[in-house]
Nanobody, 116 residues
Framework: QVQLVESGGGLVQAGGSLRLSCVAS????????MDWYRQAPGKERELVAT???????NYADAVKGRFTISGDSAKNTAYLQMNSLKPEDTAVYYC??????????WGQGTQVTVSS
């Protein structure tokens, strides 16, 4: 079994920064990629950023230039550095990982609140 543990959420003022962490553990012999999603109340869950095992990354237009996804393959960990936060970034942020033969696991989500 695989478990994802997220940390780093909290309350910040607009313009501030947070760094989210997601650690995958368990029966992992291959980590294909990790994603960050977010979901605000009344809105659909959206993909924020992706990092592949190759190190390639992808970002949603809304966060380009402000957020950076990175990974530490030795630790099976992904990070999301969030800078210049805006109130519209307020959401529950979820980590997801594709492991082994493509099984996807999700974290529980962590709340990020950005005040104006």
């Amino acid at each position: 079994q695989v478990q994802l543990v997220e940390s780093g959420g909290g309350l910040v003022q607009a313009g501030g920064s947070l760094r989210l962490s997601c650690v995958a553990s368990g029966s992992i012999f291959r980590l294909n990629g990790m994603d960050w999603y977010r979901q605000a109340p009344g809105k659909e869950r959206e993909l924020v950023a992706t990092i592949f095992s190759s190190g390639s990354t992808n970002y949603a237009d809304a966060v380009k230039g402000r957020f950076t996804i990175s990974g530490d393959s030795a630790k099976n960990t992904a990070y999301l550095q969030m800078n210049s936060l805006k109130p519209e970034d307020t959401a529950v942020y979820y980590c997801a990982a594709s492991v082994n033969w493509g099984r996807v696991y999700w974290g529980q989500g962590t709340q990020v609140t950005v005040s104006s």
